[in-house]
């Protein structure tokens, strides 16, 4: 596709759940990020992926967050044990390259909400 | 404590109206990036400025980064209903070049 897309775009979980996120981003990018974006918070880096390298993962709330990139295209963010304060819209962005003025492409976000 | 203050919060106006938001910080930052968020939607990178002083014009939105680099305004020209939408500024952090810290955003409503 033209953009980045994620899925599902809704998700509706009980608490103690497990959830993934799915992300695919713009054909030929190399750097993907995950960001959150709750009410009252803005939005917040989660992780960093670039090519081959280790992500930056210091953004990640608990352990109960991860995430992984496989084969340098599709993306996965994995919560485990879900807890109501996690209830948020999950966005992915991706770039060509990694710069101080690089532009971020973002997708619609997956809207989780833990009931 | 927030490194980006965005004022207002929210900003309701009539169609034709102009107005300006503002990104502030007591830091200095290298470059700031300005995105607009449509309901439903991720957000989308309008303007970068990088040099204290400038002013960047994107149709009726006139983006100004100030002398010292610690803030910006955005000013928007006879306001259209399209301009609604969540207002964010954003700038690289903690060192980094890739890590975007957001401020909390002004969301605009323009009413018809």
């Known amino acids: 596709g033209a953009g980045v897309s994620q899925s599902p775009s809704n998700k509706v979980t009980e608490k103690g759940k497990d959830v993934e996120l799915r992300c695919d981003p713009i054909?030929?990018?190399?750097?993907l990020y995950w960001y959150r974006q709750s009410l009252g918070q803005g939005l917040e880096f989660l992780i960093y992926?670039?090519?081959?390298?280790?992500?930056?993962k210091s953004g990640l709330p608990s352990d109960r967050f991860s995430a992984e990139r496989t084969g340098g295209s599709v993306s996965t963010l994995t919560i485990q044990r879900t807890q109501q304060e996690d209830s948020a819209v999950y966005l992915c962005?991706?770039?060509?390259?990694?710069?101080?003025?690089?532009?971020?492409?973002f997708g619609q976000g997956t809207r989780l909400t833990v009931v | 404590t927030q490194l980006l203050e965005q004022s207002p919060q929210f900003l309701s106006i009539q169609e034709g109206e102009n107005l300006t938001v503002y990104c502030n910080s007591s830091?200095?930052?290298?470059?700031l990036q300005w995105y607009r968020q449509e309901p439903g939607e991720g957000p989308v990178l309008l303007v970068t400025?990088?040099?204290?002083?400038e002013v960047k014009k994107l149709k009726r939105l006139t983006f100004q980064f100030g002398d010292a680099r610690k803030d910006s305004s955005l000013h928007i020209t006879a306001a259209q209903p399209g301009d609604t939408g969540l207002y964010l500024c954003?700038?690289?952090?903690?060192?980094?070049?890739?890590?975007?810290?957001f401020g909390k955003g002004t969301l605009l409503t323009v009413n018809p």
């Open positions: 962005a991706s770039s060509r390259e990694t710069g101080e003025n690089t532009e971020a492409f």
């Open positions: 054909s030929g990018h190399t750097a």
């Open positions: 992926f670039q090519g081959n390298s280790a992500p930056d």
């Open positions: 830091s200095v930052f290298s470059s």
């Open positions: 400025v990088v040099t204290g002083g």
């Open positions: 954003a700038v690289n952090s903690g060192g980094s070049n890739y890590k975007l810290t």
